[in-house]
C-alpha cells in the first residue's frame, strides 16, 4: 500500500516566482490536510480539502496562498509571488473519513520550499 | 484557546531510561489526542492516541497518560533505545484539524 506522495520533496524558489506543491492521498482516502512547518517549530494547520471542495481554509494566508483537489489528480497547494518567509516544509496529511476528529492523518514526507 | 503547550523543547535520556514529554490544553472541545513521532527529512508518524474517557493508554514501551480536569496529558517512553531518537509532537483535534504541540527533541544516548 503506497502511503501519502508528495513532489517535489525538494523546491528552490527566487522571490518572486511560483511554487506548485503536489499531493497524492492514501489510495481511497478522500480528505486531505495540507500543514505547514517552520524551522524549530511544530506543524500549523492551512487547508482541510475533499474531491473539488475546500472545507476549512481557517490556516491559509489571506493573500497568494491557494489549494485544490480536482476530481482527478493530485492535490495542488500553490503559493504565488513566494517570499523568504514562505520557506517551510509542507506536510500534507489524508484520512479515510470526513471531519471526525479520530480519523487518523497519514502524512507524507513533506515538500521543504526554500526561497532565495 | 486553540493552542497546546508542550514541554519540555529538548530531552536527553540515557538508554533504558523513561522519557516523558508533557502537553497541555485549553479548549475542553478537543476530544482527540494524539502523539506523532517524526525523523528528521520525514513526515510524522502516529505514534499513539487517546480519547479523554479513558486516563491511561499503553502501547508496547509507550503509554499516554491523561488528566481531563487538569487539561494535560503526557507521554512516557519506557526503556527508552537510541532508535526513539526523534522529535515528538503532541496534538489535539475536535474537528477535522489538527492542533500541534511545539515538539520536543528526544535524544537517548547509549
Known amino acids: 500500500n503506497a502511503g501519502v506522495m508528495q513532489n517535489p520533496r525538494h523546491l528552490v524558489r527566487r522571490r518572486g516566482q511560483e511554487a506548485r506543491l503536489r499531493c497524492s492521498p492514501v489510495k481511497g482516502h478522500s480528505h486531505v490536510y495540507w500543514y505547514r512547518q517552520l524551522p524549530e517549530e511544530g506543524l500549523k494547520f492551512m487547508v482541510y480539502l475533499q474531491k473539488e471542495n475546500i472545507i476549512d481554509e481557517s490556516g491559509m494566508p489571506k493573500e497568494r496562498f491557494s489549494a485544490e483537489f480536482p476530481k482527478e489528480g493530485p492535490s495542488i497547494l500553490r503559493i504565488q509571488q513566494v517570499v523568504r518567509g514562505d520557506s517551510a516544509a509542507y506536510f500534507c496529511a489524508s484520512s479515510r473519513d470526513r471531519g471526525r476528529s479520530t480519523d487518523t492523518q497519514y502524512f507524507g514526507p513533506g515538500t521543504r520550499l526554500t526561497v532565495l | 484557546q486553540q493552542q497546546v503547550k508542550q514541554s519540555p523543547q529538548s530531552l536527553i535520556v540515557q538508554k533504558g531510561g523513561i522519557s516523558i514529554i508533557n502537553c497541555a490544553y485549553e479548549?475542553?472541545?478537543?476530544?482527540?489526542f494524539p502523539w506523532y513521532q517524526q525523523f528528521p527529512g520525514k513526515g510524522p508518524a502516529l505514534l499513539i492516541a487517546?480519547?479523554?474517557?479513558?486516563s491511561e493508554k499503553k502501547e508496547g514501551r509507550f503509554t499516554i497518560s491523561f488528566n481531563k480536569s487538569a487539561k494535560q496529558f503526557s507521554l512516557h517512553i519506557m526503556d527508552s533505545q537510541p532508535g526513539d531518537s526523534a522529535t515528538y509532537f503532541c496534538a489535539a483535534s475536535s474537528t477535522d484539524k489538527l492542533i500541534f504541540g511545539t515538539g520536543t527533541r528526544l535524544q537517548v544516548f547509549p
Open positions: 487517546i480519547r479523554p474517557d479513558v
Open positions: 479548549n475542553t472541545a478537543f476530544d482527540y
